[in-house]
């Protein structure tokens, strides 16, 4: 069984207080137990107590965001997400160099750089390959969804947008954002797809069972909650 596990801590060390609180917020907002640093030395101290993400400034006060980077490295692998308003290609390389994971140039979507923590955040967790929720069971290495013990036939798309409620338990997701999630945001189509194929999902997991495992939150989206 997939457990609940420990929220991740993200640190931001940024200098600009109105970017920090934004970070902050947009951060929490997702789930995150977030700590920040204003100066460079606060910020390594505090990098070295082993969050599970730094996201880094370059330009720091006291001590830079490369130098914090390259004392960081000789004594952890936490992941580290550069962020500057510098876009020169010399600067990017050096972060790079120095052990840096990840880059954003200033200024920078929000949506797009908590795309880059989550992706960071997953190659630190744990893949568990069987995901049990009330009576529904899912195996992710047969691609095998049961309810009850009785096998349900999915869609390939199907199979992908129940993984993602799955997952993403006791979080309600925007049209918007199940979109992006299962289709990809490259994909050119219209986000209200999403309720065609919760309707095709719920036909299915539902069928034969009062109790309904997909939760409908008016006006904003969808869910599956404990």
Partial sequence: ME???RPFTVLVVEDDAQIARVLKLELEHEGYVVDTA???LAGL???LKEPDLVILDLMLPRMDGLEVCKRLRAKSKVPVIMLTAKDRIPDRVAGLDL???DYMTKPFATEELLARVRARLRERTPVSTTIEYRDLVMDRDRHE???AGKPIELTAKEYALLEYLLIHRNKVHTRDE????VWGSDFLGDSNLIDVYIRYLRGKIDEGSDDKLIT???????????
């Fill in 216 to 226: 409908t939150v008016r006006g904003v989206g969808y869910a599956i909650k404990d």
């Fill in 38 to 40: 204003s100066d460079g």
């Fill in 3 to 5: 457990k609940a596990a």
């Fill in 45 to 47: 101290e505090k990098a």
């Fill in 145 to 147: 969804v049961k309810r």
């Fill in 99 to 101: 052990g840096a994971d």
């Fill in 178 to 181: 199940l979109f992006n999630g």
